[in-house]
């Protein structure tokens, strides 16, 4: 059996030459979870030792068709640090990625320590702004057959977050479970969705991430940048191509490939 350092190498490897490797689980298929989640930290780390901060998390598979897809019954997290927030409004240099896909988010700035058990309510309320925001998924992995301890090590994908320019209270908004979202891709219409399609509402995947950390012994800081979930099926991105997302109540954002 592999162990997480060896796992975390070989996706820092990958993610330093840009290439990809097979899943760890094509050769170790009894890989658990504790050993993923700690490649995924010292994946992170490695980030951090860069001298990158810890911005917050991100939530995967929170629709009921992606858990299906993989074979499991709850999402999982990442971390965002701050060498993976992309700027709004410049091109994003895809070279730098592996297959760059995008897909469209509800982004929460948790302005309060959230405690364990959270709930729809306690995480509005510890909101301090949500935005639109474009998640784009960069898999250190060859293909996308992989498991759920491949995400996890992988750290859920993470490749960059471009964060829409328009911030609003959640008590602006009627209710996150009915914000719609049209994803386009040079213009054409790609995808529909609405905030519900990220566990019936994004604040109840953010709560779901808050009780999860508990478990593990960690926690949300205040300031916290939380992506709760796609909305859509992810959309390739390819260089000279522009992907947009435009969210009722919070404007639109857009990646420059």
């Not at 992995?141 to 995400?151: E, K």
Request: with cysteine.
């Amino acid at each position: 059996m592999t162990s997480a350092k060896e796992m975390a190498d070989d996706l820092i490897t990958a993610e330093r030459t840009r290439t990809a490797i097979a899943p760890f689980s094509d050769t170790y298929p009894d890989l658990d979870i504790q050993t993923a989640f700690q490649a995924q930290w010292l994946f992170v780390e490695h980030h951090m030792d860069r001298g990158e901060n810890l911005m917050g998390a991100k939530l995967g598979l929170t629709s009921r068709a992606k858990q299906e897809a993989m074979g499991v019954h709850e999402p999982s997290y990442g971390w965002v640090t701050s060498g993976m927030i992309a700027p709004h409004g410049e091109r994003l240099p895809l070279d730098e990625l592996i297959h760059p896909r995008a897909e469209p988010e509800i982004a929460f700035l948790i302005g309060e320590r959230l405690e364990a058990p959270a709930t729809v309510v306690s995480v509005l309320a510890a909101t301090r702004a949500v935005f639109a925001a474009i998640d784009v998924l960069d898999s250190r992995y060859a293909d996308f057959r992989f498991r759920l301890t491949d995400v996890i090590a992988d750290n859920a994908s993470a490749g960059r977050v471009v964060l829409g320019p328009q911030a609003r209270q959640p008590s602006e908004l009627e209710d996150l479970r009915l914000v719609g979202c049209v994803l386009r891709r040079q213009g054409e219409v790609v995808a529909t969705a609405a905030g519900g399609a990220a566990m019936g509402h994004p604040a109840a995947a953010v709560a779901w991430l808050v009780n999860s950390l508990a478990e593990q012994g960690k926690q949300l800081v205040a300031d916290s940048l939380v992506l709760s979930g796609g909305l859509t099926a992810p959309v390739r991105l390819q260089p000279g191509e522009v992907v947009s997302a435009e969210f009722d109540g919070l404007g639109s954002v857009e990646i420059f490939g």
